[in-house]
Structure formats: C-alpha cells, structure tokens
C-alpha cells in the first residue's frame, strides 16, 4: 500500500502520546489511532513537527512508527524521517517501509537558501532512502526558513519520480497552489497529490484552489474530514459554515510557542489521548490559556455537538 499521487481526504497529523514522567504512552497511540479511523481518515502522519520527533531516539521513533501502522493495517501511514543527516534518515526510513509505512516526509533542513541548494538536496536525499520509496516535499516555510517556490518544487517532483505529495503549509500560499495545479493542466507538471497544514487554518479555500484534502493536528481532525467531504460534494457554504465555527479555536491553536500544548489539551479534553504532556523542552498552557480554551470550546458547542460532549456530566469542566 504504497503512497502515490491519487492521495487524497485527509491525513491526520498524530502528536506522540506521552506519560507525566515522558515515557511515550503506547495505549494513548492505539486509542488515537482507533480515533482516526473511526472518524474518517483517509491516512495518518506520523513523526511529525507535531509528533515532538526531535525528542525521540532513534529506537524510540522506529517504535512510535510501528505501533501506529500495526494499529491500522488498512490506512496508509507517512512517516517523517526528516534528519540532520542522511545516515539517520535512511535508517528511519528502511525501519519505517518495513512495518509497512505507505511513504515518508522530508522536510528541508534550514541552511539551505539557494534553489539548486533545495534541488541538490532533495535529490541526495532520494540516493540515501532509495528512489523506491514513495516521499512526500514538505514545505513550511514559517518553521524551516527555506523558501520553495513552485518551480522548485516542480524540478524536484520531475527529477525525483518517488515524489508523489507536497504537504502545502506555505502562508500565504493559494497563489502556490494556483499555480502547481496548472502546470497540471498545461502538462508541464505530473500529477502531484498536496494535502494542506498549518492546522488547517486557509483549509476552506485551499480546498477551492485544487488541493487534495488536509494533512494537520487541529484537535478536532473529525472536523477536517467534514469539511472535505462537503467541498467534494459541492456544499461550499455549508463547509464554510463548519469551517467558521472552529475557526477561533484554530486561530489560538497557531500561537507559537503554545500551539502543540493546546492540541493536546484539546485531545486530552476529548479523550483522544490519556494526557497532554509533552516531553521536555516544552511550553505549557497557564490557567488562564486553558480558561481561554475552556471558553472557546463551550462557544464552539453551540453549533457542534462535538464539542459540546465536552460538557456533560461525564467529562470534566
């Protein structure tokens, strides 16, 4: 079940459960996991910016990886093996694929500041994983500095036939996205599968643009798969609606610094994973973050039940 260019719907980005004590909590993944399959997922992404993989060792993400692909042996898993060297991320990668990963995500480092630097290095990339196995571009500009405009990533996706998927979180970037999906047209770029980040937050009109679906950790990934569904069946206005309802939650999920901890206050609060600790360095919600979030959760379930489970007896206030 390997990734390719039809990719589409939405890809949830999976944080990395951990106990108070930082030990990675098992069951939290398989719960998780069991969500997104519940809910609609198309795929899952693991080890992301999200999944803290930084703070993992070698072992510990081979191990994260594997739980969350054995838990869903039907749903295409990405696995990010992005790495300070290409030693690492081949190993990541072969451990990956041999669990059964659908495809990896590269990110790139961010030194890198010349088109032909970003080229190079993508293309030395796919010589250390090996061109049989399916890579996603990821561009995020805001977080690695390095700036991909779409004729990069057009001579990327033509030199390295294993790129099937650019994860978009450029910002602004509808204009990239305009762009890519005519070249489409034109012929002058090969099909290209782009699932969208930046927790969602130009989802709806990405969506309009021509991208393929959502690959973000909004906490409320449920949500997303909605939005999507709608778009694709032409209810514009009323994913819109749905859309605006989460939108200020969204909104205070993007804070630097603080938007992992509200996503996993977020997912703690629905039940979706047992904690919201993260490991060490991390930022924290103070008590009147989490009363803000507690406020936009009880605005948010007036118009979506979801959030309104939040607040019946059986879950804490």
């Not at 719907?9 to 939290?28: C, K, L, N, Q, W």
């Not at 994260?64 to 290409?86: D, E, K």
């Not at 994860?167 to 970037?173: A, F, R, S, V, Y």
């Not at 709608?230 to 205070?252: I, S, T």
Request: proline share 6%.
């Amino acid at each position: 079940m390997k990734l390719d260019a039809t990719a589409a719907g939405v890809y949830p980005i999976a944080p990395t459960p951990f106990e108070a004590d930082g030990r990675i909590d098992m069951e939290s993944i398989d719960a998780l996991t069991d969500f997104y399959v519940g809910c609609g997922s198309t795929g899952m992404t693991v080890l992301g910016v999200m999944g803290e993989a930084p703070k993992l060792d070698g072992a510990e993400a081979v191990a994260v990886a594997t739980r969350f692909i054995r838990r869903a042996p039907g749903l295409p898993v990405i696995v990010g093996v992005s790495a300070p060297g290409f030693a690492a991320m081949r190993a990541l990668a072969l451990a990956a694929m041999e669990a059964g990963a659908a495809g990896v995500m590269i990110a790139p480092p961010n030194t890198l500041r010349t088109d032909d630097q970003i080229i190079t290095y993508y293309r030395q990339a796919v010589e250390a994983i090996g061109a049989d196995i399916p890579f996603v571009i990821q561009d995020y500009p805001l977080n690695f500095t390095v700036v991909m405009t779409p004729g990069v990533i057009r001579r990327i996706v033509e030199a390295q036939p294993s790129c099937v998927m650019l994860k978009h979180e450029d910002w602004p970037g509808l204009e990239k996205i305009s762009t890519l999906r005519q070249w489409q047209a034109e012929g002058t770029l090969r099909p290209l599968s782009i699932l969208c980040g930046n927790g969602g937050l130009f989802l709806d009109f990405e969506l309009a643009r021509g991208a393929d679906g959502a690959m973000t950790g909004y906490a409320f990934p449920d949500m997303l798969v909605d939005v999507v569904r709608m778009a694709r069946a032409g209810q514009r206005d009323a994913a819109h609606d749905l859309f605006d309802a989460h939108l200020p939650l969204l909104r205070y999920e993007q804070q630097p610094g603080i938007g992992l901890a509200v996503r996993k206050y977020v997912m703690a609060r629905r039940g979706l994973i047992r904690s919201d600790a993260q490991r060490a360095p991390a930022g924290g919600l103070s008590a009147i973050a989490k009363a803000e979030v507690e406020f936009l959760l009880r605005r948010l379930a007036r118009t979506d039940s979801r959030a309104g489970l939040l607040f019946t007896d059986h879950h804490p206030r």
